[in-house]
C-alpha cells in the first residue's frame, strides 16, 4: 500500500503542478507582491489554503456538484469577474508612481491569496472536476491518504507562488522603469482580462 500510495502522490504533485503553474490571476498578483517582499508567495499561498482546505473537505463530503450548478457559476462567475478587473484597475492606475516606487494593490499578500483565490470560478470547477477525481483517489487509502494528498497539494502551491514572488524580488534590481511598466501593465492587463472572461463567461 505504501508503493502505490507514493506513486498516487507523486502523479497528484504532477498533475497539481500542471494547474498550478498555468499563468492565471494568482501568479500575476504573486508578482506585483513579489517585487516588494520576497516571501510574498509563501502568504498567497496561506491565502490559497484558507479558501482551499475547506473546500476540498466540501468535495470530500459530496458537495462538489453545487460549484457546478448553473447559478453558482454564474454568481462565482460574475462576482469574481468585477473583483478581478476592479484589482486589474487599480495596479493600472498605480503604474506611473514616483520614481523608484512601483505598482501595487492595497491588500497584504495574505489577504491577497484569499481574494484571488475566492473570486475565480474555475478554481472552483477545477476542484469539482479535477480534484474529485484525486480525492477519490486519496480516500482509497483512509484519512491517511487524504491527508497526504492535502499537504502535498499545498505544497506544490507554496513552492510554486513562493518560487515566483522569491524570482521576483532578487531581479527586481536589472529592472528598469520601462520593464517595471511593462510587467506591472501585463499583471493589470491578466487580471482585467480574466476579469472580462469571468463576467462573459457566466453568459455563455
Same mark, same amino acid.
Given at each position: 500500500?505504501?508503493?502505490?500510495?507514493?506513486?498516487?502522490?507523486? @502523479?497528484?504533485?504532477?498533475?497539481?503542478?500542471?494547474?498550478?503553474?498555468?499563468?492565471?490571476?494568482?501568479? +500575476?498578483?504573486?508578482?506585483?507582491?513579489?517585487?516588494?517582499?520576497?516571501?510574498?508567495? @509563501?502568504?498567497?499561498?496561506?491565502?490559497?489554503?484558507?479558501?482551499?482546505?475547506?473546500?476540498?473537505?466540501?468535495?470530500?463530503?459530496?458537495?462538489?456538484?453545487?460549484?457546478? @450548478?448553473?447559478?453558482?457559476?454564474?454568481?462565482?462567475?460574475?462576482?469574481?469577474?468585477?473583483?478581478?478587473?476592479?484589482?486589474?484597475?487599480?495596479?493600472?492606475?498605480?503604474?506611473?508612481? +514616483?520614481?523608484?516606487?512601483? +505598482?501595487?494593490l492595497p491588500y497584504n499578500s495574505l489577504t491577497a491569496g484569499i481574494m484571488m483565490t475566492g473570486t475565480n470560478p474555475y478554481f472552483f470547477l477545477w476542484w469539482a472536476t479535477i480534484g474529485i477525481t484525486l480525492i477519490a483517489g486519496a480516500t482509497a487509502f483512509g484519512i491517511v491518504g487524504l491527508f497526504l494528498f492535502a499537504i502535498v497539494h499545498w505544497l506544490c502551491d507554496l513552492g510554486w507562488e513562493q518560487f515566483v514572488s522569491m524570482s521576483v524580488f532578487r531581479t527586481k534590481h536589472l529592472w528598469t522603469p520601462k520593464v517595471q511598466r511593462i510587467v506591472f501593465g501585463i499583471c493589470g492587463a491578466i487580471l482585467v482580462g480574466f476579469g472580462i472572461y469571468f463576467c462573459v463567461s457566466v453568459f455563455i
Open positions: 500500500m505504501t508503493e502505490n500510495l507514493g506513486l498516487f502522490l507523486l @502523479s497528484a504533485a504532477a498533475i497539481s503542478l500542471s494547474g498550478v503553474m498555468l499563468p492565471g490571476p494568482l501568479t +500575476a498578483v504573486t508578482i506585483a507582491k513579489g517585487y516588494r517582499n520576497q516571501n510574498a508567495g @509563501s502568504w498567497i499561498a496561506i491565502g490559497h489554503a484558507v479558501i482551499e482546505l475547506p473546500l476540498m473537505a466540501l468535495v470530500y463530503f459530496g458537495l462538489a456538484q453545487f460549484f457546478t @450548478s448553473p447559478e453558482a457559476k454564474m454568481a462565482i462567475g460574475a462576482a469574481g469577474g468585477l473583483m478581478l478587473m476592479v484589482m486589474g484597475a487599480m495596479v493600472f492606475f498605480n503604474i506611473r508612481k +514616483a520614481e523608484g516606487e512601483v +505598482a501595487d
